[in-house]
C-alpha cells in the first residue's frame, strides 16, 4: 500500500471494459482521508461485431440465393430486422455477447432457424454462420407430407370401365419409382368417377379403379401394406358436370380421375429430384 504525500497531486486513470476510461486529478491530503473513493464511469454504447451469413442448399451444399433472413435480437432492447441475402452470403452487424435468433425463409425450401450467442467484447472477431436448407420434396409439383393429395395428370378410364389403360401405365409407375426411393412412404389412390350412373354404381365403379391402380402396383413389387385402395364416386367433382347438367366428354373425363393422398411420410435429408 503507498501512502499518499498530502502535499502532492495524484492523476488517477480509471478503466474498464464496456465503459469509457476515465482520468482524475487527487490530492494526497483527499486520498488519506478519504477511506472509499468512488469514481463514476460512462458505459459506452455496445460495441459492435459483424459475422457472416452463409446460406446453402443441403446436401448440394449450393449457395442460395435470394432468400428472406429474419434476424432477432434477444438482449437489450429485443429488436427484429429482416434481410435479403441476395447472393446467399451476407453480412450482419451485431451487439457483442448478445443472443440472436435468425430465421431463413424460401420458396421450395423448409424454413430453418438457428441460435447463437455473439463474440464478446473482449474479443470481438467475426464469426461465421452457416445455414443449410432442406428442400421441400415434391411430386407431380406438390409437396410431399401428410395429408398431402396429389391428382396423378393423365390417368384417366375409359366411361364404365375400371381397368388400366396404357397412358396410366406410365404415371403409376412414377408412382412406383416414388414408393421405391422412400420406404417410409405410404399411400391412398383415390378414385373418383364423373356424375353419370347412379350414386350406388358409381362407388362401386370408383372403388373398383382405386383397387386396379393398387393391384398395378403391387405387381411392380411395392408391398401392399403401403397402399390403401379408396373410391369416392361422384361425391368429388372438379367441375360443374353434377347430375342433370349437360357437359362434354372432356369435362366428365376430367372428373375420372385417381389421386395419391398421403398417409405416411418420414423420411428425413432427402430430396426428390424430378426427371
Not at 421405391?180 to 356424375?195: F, R, V
Amino acid at each position: 500500500m503507498i501512502t499518499p504525500d498530502n502535499g502532492q497531486l495524484y492523476t488517477i486513470l480509471v478503466s474498464k471494459a464496456g465503459y469509457q476510461p476515465k482520468e482524475i486529478k487527487v490530492s494526497g491530503l483527499e486520498l488519506a482521508t478519504t477511506p472509499e473513493y468512488k469514481v463514476p464511469l460512462t458505459k459506452l454504447a455496445p460495441v459492435k461485431t459483424v459475422s457472416k451469413l452463409v446460406i446453402k442448399s443441403r446436401p448440394s451444399q449450393q449457395l442460395v440465393p435470394n432468400a428472406s433472413v429474419k434476424i432477432e435480437k434477444q438482449c437489450g432492447n429485443n429488436a427484429t430486422e429482416t434481410i435479403i441475402s441476395n447472393s446467399g452470403e451476407s453480412e450482419i452487424s451485431m451487439e457483442c455477447s448478445c443472443n440472436y435468433k435468425i430465421t431463413v425463409l424460401k420458396d421450395g425450401f423448409a424454413a430453418q432457424t438457428k441460435s447463437f450467442v455473439s463474440p464478446s467484447c473482449d474479443n470481438p472477431a467475426s464469426v461465421t454462420q452457416v445455414i443449410e436448407l432442406e428442400p421441400v420434396k415434391t411430386f407431380e409439383g406438390t409437396e410431399i407430407k401428410q395429408g398431402a393429395v396429389i391428382t396423378l395428370k393423365d390417368i384417366y378410364y375409359d366411361y364404365n370401365k375400371y381397368n388400366i389403360r396404357p397412358d396410366a401405365r406410365v404415371v403409376l409407375d412414377k408412382v412406383v419409382n416414388l414408393m421405391n426411393q422412400y420406404p417410409s412412404l405410404e399411400i391412398e389412390l383415390a378414385s373418383h368417377t364423373d356424375s353419370r350412373g347412379n350414386n350406388q354404381y358409381n362407388q362401386t365403379l370408383s372403388q373398383n379403379r382405386a383397387q386396379s391402380a393398387v393391384e398395378y402396383i403391387v405387381s411392380r413389387g411395392i408391398a401392399g401394406s403401403r397402399l390403401r385402395a379408396g373410391g369416392y364416386g361422384e361425391s368429388q367433382l372438379t367441375n360443374h358436370c353434377a347430375d342433370g347438367v349437360k357437359c362434354s366428354e372432356q369435362e366428365h373425363q376430367s372428373n375420372r380421375r385417381t389421386e395419391v393422398r398421403v398417409l405416411k411420410f418420414e423420411e428425413s435429408n432427402v430430396n426428390i429430384i424430378k426427371e
